[in-house]
């Protein structure tokens, strides 16, 4: 079993930046790949980004492409998400998740740990 715990949302202008932090409980994260997903009002949940367990493979949604990084320290129990250039439509609560396949995948069915969420909200 593992346990995610976001932290880093909150809010800020357009144009800013956040870094969100998703610690993990277990002794087995090192072998997961990390996702993060977030969820709009009013709309479904969608892949932002993920990295592989080592962190030697990462993938991107084109809406943050070139706007965001993943990295992860295993040795922490940590996924970070640094996310440059923020829009109001990045506004959304953002989560992280787990996969014990360890490819960095898009589709959450993919994931099988989920935290509850951090709140992020960028005003125009």
Known sequence: QVQLVESGGGLVQAG???RLSCAASGRTFSS???GWFRQAPGKE???????S?????????DSVNGRSAISRDNAKNTVYLQMNSLKPEDTAVYYCAASTRGRPSGGQFDYDYW????????SS
């Not at 949940?45 to 990295?51: N, Q, T």
Request: proline share 0%; no cysteine; aromatic share 14%.
């Open 53 to 61: 367990w080592s962190g030697g493979s990462t993938r991107y949604a």
């Open 115 to 122: 935290g509850q969420g951090t709140q992020v909200t960028v």
């Open 32 to 34: 997961y790949a990390m």
């Open 16 to 18: 800013g930046s956040l």
């Open 45 to 51: 949940r969608e892949f932002v980004g993920a990295i």
